[in-house]
């Protein structure tokens, strides 16, 4: 007689485990369409304090912010380029979640680095 944890996984094989990151749904029969609605809202919640930097403070990370929104920018774009070019939709949605991965790392990075550029200015006067 097997233990009951060796009779539960030896019933379900490896590729059809639910529980393993790359047999999510969203990423195996997804069109794409949540990563593109996902990486817009994103993309606008991390360009809106971006934007408050480069406008309305225009500080020191003034540059900084410019550089990252540009970057935040041009990885949505990637984005919808991986949705139209990639063909086989378990790749498509791998690259499109990994675009959307960058982003979150972008501007989180790039924000807490700006934070830290202002806080040096501010401690400075």
Do not use: H
Not at 14 to 28: E, R, V
Not at 67 to 92: D, E
């Amino acid at each position: 007689m097997q233990p009951a944890d060796n009779r539960r996984n030896s019933a379900r094989s490896p590729a059809s485990d639910p529980t393993k990151m790359a047999n999510q749904p969203s990423l195996q029969s997804s069109s794409g369409t949540i990563w593109l609605v996902v990486g817009a809202l994103l993309l606008v919640l991390s360009l809106i304090p971006m934007g408050a930097l480069i406008f309305i403070r225009n500080g020191p990370s003034a540059p900084l912010a410019t550089i990252l929104a540009i970057a935040v920018i041009v990885l949505y774009l990637t984005m919808m380029i991986f949705r139209i070019v990639i063909t086989g939709r378990t790749v498509r949605l791998r690259w499109m979640a990994a675009t959307l991965i960058a982003m979150a790392a972008t501007s989180v990075f790039g924000l807490l680095a700006c934070m830290t550029l202002e806080r040096g200015a501010a401690l400075s006067l």
